[in-house]
């Protein structure tokens, strides 16, 4: 059964208007003045909405995708917003565009104070050791190496900076893994162990690691966990809220870690999932 809060549609439908006009409305705070923000996979879903959040509190974003028609299009919408943005093709798993991605950043803003690595992909559904060898290496090689090297390739250019912030997207999954979801679960997992790893690495330099542990939100991503009203039906019986995020409250989150109200938080996973189980 659906949870009590989501019993009628007419409940349902009012709950979700209400969270849509409270959500991030009007931002205040301009706690990213002056800084430069890298965000992978930036054209929708979590990544869109994160490089708003942070162009509304004042960093110049640079937004990135596989497909320039795709970037072109956010940064259009983002700069409709009045956020200062710049875009750039890039797949994550190809270093030339890595390579593409830092360099326009630092070219066209100066520097680069912040990197999200928020790029994922996902190519089958199913349990873990049901997952094809092919369909393993490429969720660890975009979901871990790629969100690694990223890392590692940002550093000279927060090391000119003498200190940044890395911010990796992770999910609830990494947690408590979903089903369908076997080795994309095992992938973000391993993402945790990466925060860690680096984040002491990184400490006396300034450059805090954190990553974001987002529970099921209302993206085309998530899209295996709600094509039909009985896999809606088992995702909301896990949420303890009764509802799907919206990108946007993700992207608090994210705002929070990579601003100077986290300076001395390094090494962390923020859970936002609606009540989901995580850790103990």
């Known amino acids: ?16 208007k209400t969270m ?4 991030c409305t009007q931002i205040a705070a301009k706690r990213l003045t002056g800084k430069v923000a890298i965000v992978t996979a930036s054209t929708e879903g979590i990544g ?18 596989r497909k320039q028609q795709n970037v072109d299009r956010a940064v259009s919408d983002l700069r409709s917003a009045g956020v200062e943005v710049s875009g750039i093709k890039c797949h994550v798993a190809n270093s030339a565009d890595r390579k593409a991605l830092f360099e326009h950043a630092a070219q066209k803003y ?29 969720i660890f090689e975009v979901n871990v190496k790629c969100s ?24 609830i999954a ?19 162990g990466l925060t860690k790893a680096a984040s002491q690495d990184l400490a006396p330099e300034n450059i805090r690691v954190n990553c974001i542990a987002p529970g099921v939100v209302q993206t085309k ?16 019986s896990r949420i303890p809220m ?31 999932s609606g009540g989901m189980a995580s850790r103990l």
């Open 242 to 272: 009764g509802r799907i995020a919206q990108p946007k409250e993700i992207s608090g989150v994210c705002a929070f870690l990579v601003s100077d109200d986290a300076s001395y938080i390094t090494g962390e996973t923020i859970v936002a």
């Open 174 to 192: 990494g947690f408590q893994p979903f089903n369908l979801l076997g080795a994309y679960s095992v992938s973000k997992t391993a993402l945790f």
């Open 110 to 138: 100066g520097g680069i104070d912040i990197l999200v690595s928020n790029a994922a992909v996902n190519p089958e559904v199913g349990g873990v050791l049901e997952c094809s060898e092919t369909a393993w290496d490429k």
């Open 1 to 16: 059964m659906l949870r009590t809060i989501a019993g009628s549609a007419a409940l349902t439908q009012t709950i979700r």
């Open 148 to 171: 690694y090297l990223l890392a590692k390739e940002s550093l000279p250019f927060l090391r000119q900076r003498a200190g940044g912030s890395i911010v990796f997207i992770s999910s």
């Open 48 to 65: 869109y909405a994160i490089a708003e959040r942070l162009g509304q509190e004042g960093a110049k974003v640079v937004v990135s995708s």
């Open 221 to 236: 991503f998530a899209g295996a966990l709600q094509e039909s009203d009985a896999a809606k039906e088992a995702t909301l």
């Open 20 to 23: 849509d006009r409270q959500l």
